[in-house]
Structure formats: structure tokens, C-alpha cells
């Protein structure tokens, strides 16, 4: 059996780039740096003990982010002439590794990974009591922290970049989680009342009529980026009773008994497997509500699906949702991503907190 820890060092280190992580390097479309992937790596990475790695994808992202700068000022001042934008003004929810805006299309216009990113920023800085990455990165921050409070009720694609024209619960959790840590640190940078204004707003819209919470606004059903909601961003704590049903719901939807955790119901990318990391969100919400053991089960069953040289994948074809589309996924694209760094972050940010209580 490899040693999955191990291996998630090496293989996360293999596809990082001055800096950037490279989302998946061996599929076709994931050659790129999203801060959403790249905060949760980073956060794996720092938990595994790796923390100049973590360090060296924050100061990437900073000085990524400031060679944008001009572009949210346009945006911004668009705004504010009562312009209408345009999606090409929005910045980009992926890089090119060396920091570049890629040309190829995609589905930009998402929030979450702005806040995902100032929350992993935020942790490392603390945890490492690293006040001069926070000095340099302090600009980048600055910067998202005005995007973010022009743009932040506005529809944006969610995290799987889908649903244009929807305002999702949980990219409003990474906003709100994102904001409220900089405001730890750096009150003067985060408007006064603008995460409380957030978090109103979704106990407001984002709850369906039987008490959780939703995919997106008009949406009764659930995904599993909700548990976002408590884990990390604490938008509601985990015994909150609408995020215990969105649990439970979750459970009963979209978690295969004995096995792992799909998206959403009605996934059909590459026929909607199972994810990887997101079985290991769901171990972290067992574990933060005592079940030590049921996440115990959740974490050996993502390593039961790690390949023979320990490379964890997106996702797992065995029990699809929409078996029928998966061949044309393939045509299309090749297999799915595997290694994907980001469940290697998850699987070490994990274990390390499985150890923790082991301790
Ligand atoms: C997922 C995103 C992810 C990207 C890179 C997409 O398929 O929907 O959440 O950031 O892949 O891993």
C-alpha cells in the first residue's frame, strides 16, 4: 500500500510551479492555477508540515492577483459610471501558472475562490505568525476585498462553474468566510458591516422551507459545496440546526452508503462520480461533530480509491448518476483529472486533523 501521505507531498510539490499549483497537470483542461484549488492545497500543504510550499502559492497569488489591478479599478469605475459589464471585465477564476489570463474560453465570472483564498491566506499567516508575507500580499488583499464588496450579490457562476445566473449560498459563505478573516487582521480594509450584510442575506434567501440550506437561490436541493456553510467559513456553526439538515440531507442525496460523496444530484459531468474531496469534507463535518469513527471510514474509503502509486483522482466512475454521459466526457476531454491536487490538499488537511484527535 503506498503511503498516501507521502505521496500527496510529492505529487502536490511535482505540479507546483514558482509558486502556482497546476490544478491537474495530466488532463487536458486543468493546466491552470485556480485559488480555489490552490487555497485548499496550500492549506493540506501547511497542515503537512510543508508550509514554504503554502507560502510560495500565496505570494504567487498576490502577485498574480496585483498584475490585475487595473482591470478591477476599469471595472469598477464602469460601476460606477452605471455601465453595464461585460464578462471579459470580471477577473478570471483560473491562471496560466506563470501568472498570464489564458485565452482559451471558460466560465470566469466565480466569486469563491476569491474568498477561499483570503481565508487560506489569513490561516497561514497566523499560523506561522508571518506578518511579512501579510505585508506584501496586503495590496492583493486590499484589492479582492473592493471586487468582492461591489460584485459580491451579483449571479456568478458556483464553484463547479455552472449556473450563471444563479447566487449560490455557499460562494456567499466563501465571501463571507474570506472577508471576516482579512477583518482579523486587517479591519480597516473590509467595509464595516459588509460580512454581516452577507451572512443576513443567506440565512435570508438561501434557506428552503423545511429548514436547509440550498444549492442556489430558488433551489431546494442540495450540494455538497454547503457544507462550505459551517467548514471553513463558519457563516453558521456545525451543530447550527439548518446546517445539521443540510447534513442530513446531504447524507441521503448525495452520499452513497459505503461509499463517497457526489456534487449535486443532477451532476453529469463526466457522468457524476463520486468525489474524492468531497467525501473528505464530509469526514471533516463527522469529526467536528464527534463521529470520530464514521470519519474514519469516509477518509480509508478516498485511500481505497487512490491508484496503485497512491495518484488520488477527482472523482470515481464505479457507481455513476448519469452513467450515459460519461463516454462523451471522455471524447471530449480524455479521462477525468487524476492526480487532482486539490483532493491531495483535502487528504492531508485531513489526516493531519484525524491525528490531531488521535493524539
Ligand atoms: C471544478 C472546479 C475546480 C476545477 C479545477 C472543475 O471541474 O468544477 O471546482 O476548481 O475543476 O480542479
Known amino acids: ?10 505529487i502536490i510539490r511535482a505540479e507546483q510551479f514558482d509558486g502556482a499549483y497546476a490544478a491537474s497537470m495530466s488532463f487536458s483542461q486543468y ?3 485556480w485559488l480555489r484549488d490552490g487555497a485548499w492545497i496550500a492549506h493540506g500543504m501547511d497542515a503537512a508540515g510543508q508550509a514554504d510550499s503554502a507560502r510560495a502559492f500565496h505570494q504567487w497569488a498576490a502577485r498574480t492577483l496585483l498584475r490585475y489591478s487595473g482591470k478591477v479599478d476599469a471595472l469598477l469605475d464602469k460601476l460606477a459610471r452605471g455601465e453595464t459589464l461585460h464578462e ?19 466560465p470566469d465570472f466565480q466569486l469563491d475562490g476569491y474568498g477561499a483564498w483570503l481565508w487560506g491566506l489569513v490561516q497561514h499567516v497566523n499560523k506561522h505568525d508571518d506578518r511579512a508575507l501579510w505585508d506584501e500580499a496586503c495590496p492583493a488583499v486590499s484589492l479582492l476585498v473592493r471586487y468582492l464588496a461591489a460584485l459580491w450579490p451579483s449571479p456568478n457562476y458556483d464553484c463547479w462553474e455552472e449556473h450563471r445566473q444563479q447566487v449560490h449560498p455557499a460562494t456567499l459563505a466563501a465571501l463571507y468566510g474570506g472577508l471576516t478573516a482579512v477583518r482579523t487582521l486587517a479591519p480597516e480594509l473590509v467595509p464595516v ?29 442540495v450540494d455538497a459545496s454547503l457544507l462550505w456553510l459551517a467548514l471553513p467559513y463558519r457563516l453558521v456553526e456545525v451543530d447550527d ?11 441521503h442525496d448525495i452520499h452513497r452508503a459505503g461509499g463517497g ?21 464530509l469526514a471533516w463535518a463527522r469529526l467536528e461533530l464527534g463521529q470520530v469513527d464514521e470519519a474514519r471510514r469516509l477518509v480509508a474509503w478516498v485511500e481505497s480509491q487512490a491508484g496503485p502509486d497512491g495518484a488520488m483522482p477527482e472523482q470515481v466512475a464505479g457507481h455513476l448518476l448519469a452513467p450515459e454521459y460519461y463516454d462523451q466526457w471522455v471524447q471530449k476531454w480524455g479521462t477525468s483529472a487524476s492526480p487532482l491536487l486539490w483532493s491531495h490538499g483535502m487528504y492531508l488537511w485531513l489526516t493531519s486533523l ?3 484527535r488521535s493524539e
Not at 1 to 10: C, G, N, T, V
Not at 210 to 215: E, Q, V
Not at 241 to 251: A, M, Q, Y
Open 1 to 10: 500500500m503506498p503511503d498516501y501521505h507521502r505521496r500527496s507531498i510529492e
Open 31 to 33: 493546466g491552470y492555477s
Open 88 to 106: 471579459s471585465d470580471y477577473l478570471p477564476t483560473r491562471f496560466e501558472l506563470d501568472g498570464r489570463i489564458g485565452q482559451e474560453d471558460w
Open 193 to 221: 458591516g459588509l460580512p454581516e450584510a452577507i451572512r443576513v442575506f443567506v440565512l435570508a434567501h438561501g434557506v428552503a422551507a423545511d429548514g436547509h440550506f440550498m444549492k442556489f437561490l430558488g433551489n431546494a436541493n
Open 241 to 251: 440546526p439548518r446546517f445539521l439538515k443540510t447534513l442530513d440531507k446531504i447524507e
Open 261 to 281: 460523496v457526489y456534487r449535486y444530484r443532477a451532476d453529469t459531468y463526466f457522468g457524476g462520480g463520486e468525489w474524492l474531496l468531497l467525501t473528505l469534507w
Open 354 to 356: 484525524l491525528k490531531e
